[in-house]
């Protein structure tokens, strides 16, 4: 975080929603070698974006200025 409030960039590669920083500014989602997603993070952390992503529907809620991901009670077909 010191880092991050100080200018200094930072390039962090996670499969945990969890390790990202309120002071991160920017996301980058991969998928299969591409780019599937970029932008702020509060615009791309989203249910419908990481659902897409890893093909389940999840729930994303945000506690304590942290993210958290858990499976949706939602089925796939819902979405159709």
Not at 12 to 30: A, G, N
Not at 37 to 60: A, R, Y
Not at 65 to 76: A, E, G, M, N, R
């Amino acid at each position: 975080k010191d880092l991050c409030k100080r200018g200094k960039t930072i390039l962090l590669v996670t499969h945990s929603v969890e390790d990202i920083i309120q002071e991160l500014k920017r996301v980058v989602f991969v998928n299969d070698g591409k780019i599937v997603g970029e932008g702020n993070q509060f615009d791309q952390i989203s249910s419908e974006k990481l659902g897409q992503l890893f093909n389940t529907p999840l729930d994303v809620l945000r506690v304590n200025h942290y993210w958290q991901v858990i499976p949706s009670k939602k089925t796939i077909f819902d979405h159709f």
